[in-house]
């Protein structure tokens, strides 16, 4: 296979699961002749009649649908045009997907497709990470692949599970990550990767942010530090263990999200590692995140909303040198 990019593994994921299940279809906002709105449907309309169905501007709707049919035995995989949408369709995903099997025993086979985080020029209603709202309900699976292996095996996983699954694709990396091929050193959905080893601090991250990661890292090796990258893929469950084995070798805690400071990701990595792991840090833990603010247009005002391999350095030398 040439080189393929992020979006290419969502395409091709789903080219598969709809050629292997006749239980997968796909529902959204012109998913079907458009092919989507980051062209993630592109000709699966065409080989699939009847199975790339659009849907109205209607999320609430979309996400009863998709759980109407995970009742009847379909495994629907939900495109919305944006994560931030996903508001509208809150309730039947915290109140009905997430709950339906722990009252009934019957599963929720569905995927929600959210194409998340920020890129230039978005501003406030099309650039925010839902990951955290999501991973506060049990009974909801969620991701958060960071590569394009990721994009792909994490997906087909996805909509293989018997549970309610949020997909957090983040939409920065669509075009501009790319690889040779699919192939990773496919780990467990739940499970988290080293993607980056190291002796000194670890970074604890997900999604983009994994890539401004080892960035600040590769700048900090120039100055004798080993920074080592965690890249936790699923963030509800969490794999705590490889967090803690990490933190184990390097004593040092940065908690990294593209998200909103308050609560959230890095504050639950920070908590369980303060808990449960107090006696492996050498020093107190940090977290790094977007800024408390709306996420702004301008496309300087939105670099330096979000962390950057910059601001990523500046924290880890403080961590450092505590």
Same mark, same amino acid.
């Given at each position: 296979?040439?080189?393929?990019? #992020?979006?290419?593994?969502?395409?091709?994921?789903?080219?598969?699961?709809?050629?292997? =299940?006749?239980?997968?279809?796909?529902?959204?906002?012109?998913?079907?002749?458009? *092919?989507?709105?980051?062209?993630?449907?592109?000709?699966?309309?065409?080989?699939?009649?009847?199975?790339?169905?659009?849907?109205?501007?209607?999320?609430?709707?979309?996400?009863?649908?998709?759980?109407?049919?995970?009742?009847? *035995?379909?495994?629907?995989?939900?495109?919305?045009?944006?994560?931030?949408?996903? $508001?509208?369709?809150?309730?039947?995903?915290?109140?009905?997907? &997430?709950?339906? #099997?722990? +009252?009934?025993?019957? !599963?929720?086979?569905?995927?929600?497709?959210?194409?998340?985080? *920020?890129?230039?020029?978005?501003?406030?209603?099309?650039?925010?990470?839902?990951? $955290?709202? #999501?991973?506060? /309900? !049990?009974?909801?699976?969620?991701?958060?692949?960071?590569?394009? *292996?990721?994009? /792909?095996?994490?997906?087909?996983?996805?909509? %293989?599970?018997?549970?309610?699954?949020?997909?957090?694709?983040?939409?920065?990396? #669509?075009?501009?990550?790319?690889?040779?091929?699919?192939?990773?050193?496919?780990?467990?959905?739940?499970?988290?990767?080293?993607?980056?080893?190291?002796?000194?601090?670890? @970074?604890?991250? /997900?999604? &983009?942010?994994?890539?401004?990661?080892?960035?600040?890292?590769?700048?900090? $090796?120039?100055?004798?530090?080993?920074?080592?990258?965690?890249?936790?893929?699923?963030?509800?469950?969490?794999?705590? =263990?490889?967090?803690? %084995?990490s933190i184990a070798r390097t004593g040092r805690l940065l908690a990294?999200?593209?998200?909103?400071?308050?609560?959230?990701?890095?504050?639950? @990595?920070?908590? +369980?590692?303060? $808990?449960?792991?107090?006696?492996?840090?050498?020093?107190?833990?940090?977290?790094?995140? &977007?800024?408390?603010?709306?996420?702004?247009?301008?496309? =300087?005002?939105?670099? &330096?909303?979000?962390?950057?391999?910059?601001?990523?350095?500046? %924290?880890?030398?403080?961590?450092?040198?505590?």
């Amino acid at each position: 296979m040439s080189e393929v990019a #992020y979006i290419d593994a969502i395409r091709e994921a789903q080219r598969e699961l709809l050629a292997d =299940d006749p239980r997968v279809f796909i529902y959204g906002q012109d998913v079907g002749d458009f *092919g989507g709105a980051f062209k993630a449907t592109q000709g699966l309309k065409a080989a699939f009649p009847g199975r790339v169905i659009d849907s109205p501007i209607a999320e609430d709707a979309m996400a009863g649908v998709a759980i109407g049919a995970a009742l009847e *035995g379909m495994h629907p995989i939900v495109e919305m045009q944006f994560a931030d949408f996903s $508001s509208i369709a809150f309730n039947q995903m915290v109140n009905h997907a &997430a709950t339906y #099997y722990w +009252r009934t025993g019957t !599963p929720i086979p569905m995927t929600l497709r959210l194409p998340s985080g *920020g890129t230039p020029g978005s501003g406030p209603f099309h650039s925010q990470m839902m990951e $955290s709202l #999501y991973a506060h /309900y !049990p009974g909801l699976v969620v991701v958060a692949p960071a590569t394009v *292996g990721d994009a /792909y095996h994490m997906l087909k996983e996805s909509v %293989a599970l018997e549970d309610p699954v949020i997909y957090c694709e983040h939409k920065l990396l #669509y075009r501009w990550l790319k690889a040779d091929n699919f192939e990773n050193d496919s780990l467990p959905l739940t499970k988290a990767r080293i993607t980056r080893p190291g002796k000194h601090a670890t @970074v604890v991250t /997900y999604s &983009a942010m994994v890539h401004e990661a080892v960035k600040a890292a590769e700048r900090l $090796s120039e100055e004798g530090w080993e920074i080592e990258v965690v890249d936790l893929r699923c963030i509800k469950p969490m794999d705590t =263990d490889t967090i803690m %084995a990490s933190i184990a070798r390097t004593g040092r805690l940065l908690a990294l999200g593209e998200s909103f400071p308050w609560g959230g990701v890095t504050a639950e @990595v920070v908590s +369980r590692v303060a $808990s449960d792991g107090f006696h492996l840090l050498d020093a107190p833990p940090m977290r790094l995140n &977007a800024k408390d603010t709306p996420i702004p247009y301008h496309p =300087d005002l939105w670099r &330096a909303h979000r962390p950057t391999p910059e601001s990523i350095g500046e %924290a880890l030398r403080k961590l450092l040198n505590f």
